[in-house]
């Protein structure tokens, strides 16, 4: 694992495990991403040239995908669109990207022998009742409610498939809701932070009851490092980090914290299709690969992204309008 190649790293999620991979290995790192809307250059910004570089292309181009795969030994796969409501609107990017894409790089992967880590989500298992005393374990069966989570789960597919058919060397992760710093802000938490220090009420969805599963987007990282080091050939591992809340009880958090009173609270119409429950038991990444969450609290972590968002106004008011008008053009 010495050179890798990242795809989706300046996304989200993608950004913070490239931080999170220079700052825990020796790696060098090219980071393949198409810059869409969702993307931030500067969050690589600060990162040194010598270990992380950027190539601005298309997971679903071979031509590009190709020689990259090539010269690297190892892919780590975040790239995806990444947003419910935006699958709702207009599926076709979540199927070009997230099961065409990952066709083009797991055939990549098949030519050059790669080690292929495929990034998934908890979505695709569906839903559980709010009283269910189940958890999605890595035997769940698959059934996916969006167009975003069936693109995801067709990609799992694909993936397993070819380490059985072709002997790819994958794992795959399916994780629970990320939150911490460079999250869009389309997504839960920062839309609602930044509509309080804007002034506004956090928008809820429908009565506010669905939970989710919240982690640190730092404890995703070092789970998908732990995997990348010692997980099975073969094997997918839940991500989880214990963390269900429901999204009543988040924007509370948040307007407390912004010294707001906990009631100011505008319920909106509902998400089609919206999940009720997703909940991880991620026992099995916890006694096979020694992985533990460090940052299971959830209040202190709540209350750094908000300083987070504070902080960094330049960087996420270009985008608020754009995302508002998105929202308010559909009644949420
Ligand atoms: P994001 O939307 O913030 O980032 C996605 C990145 O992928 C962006 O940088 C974008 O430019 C890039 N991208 C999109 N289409 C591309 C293409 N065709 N070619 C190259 N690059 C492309 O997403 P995120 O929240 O960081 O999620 C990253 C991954 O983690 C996704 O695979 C997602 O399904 C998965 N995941 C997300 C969460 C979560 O809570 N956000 C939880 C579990 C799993
Ligand atoms: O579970 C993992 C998934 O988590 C990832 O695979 C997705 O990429 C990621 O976007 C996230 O999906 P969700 O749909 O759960 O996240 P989102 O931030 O869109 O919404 C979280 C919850 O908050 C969900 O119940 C819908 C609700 N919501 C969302 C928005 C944007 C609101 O009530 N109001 C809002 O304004």
Redesign the pocket.
Known sequence: MDRLLVTGGAGFIGSNFVHHLVDHTDATITVLDKLTYAASRESLADLPESRVQLVVGDIADSATVDPLVAAHDTVVHFAAE????NSLSDPSPFVQTNIVGTFTLIEAARRHDSRFHHVS???VYGDLALDDPKRFTEDTPYHPSSP?SAS?AGSDHLVRAWVRSFGLRATISN????YGPWQHV????P??ITEVIDGRKP???GD?L?V?DWIHTEDHSSAVLAILERGEIGETYLIGADGERN?LEVVRAILRHLGRSEDDIEF?RD?AG??RR?AIESGKLRSRLGWQPQYADFDAGLAATIEWYLTHETWWRPHKDAVEAF?AAKG?
Do not use: L
């Not at 990444?82 to 409501?85: G, L």
């Not at 994780?175 to 990320?178: D, I, L, Q, R, T």
């Open positions: 990444s947003h419910n409501d989500t908890d979505e975003y995801k994780c629970s809701n990320n389309e997504k839960f938490i839309r609602q928008r809820v969805y506010g669905n989710r999204n909106v998400r919206h999940d997703y929202y949420q």
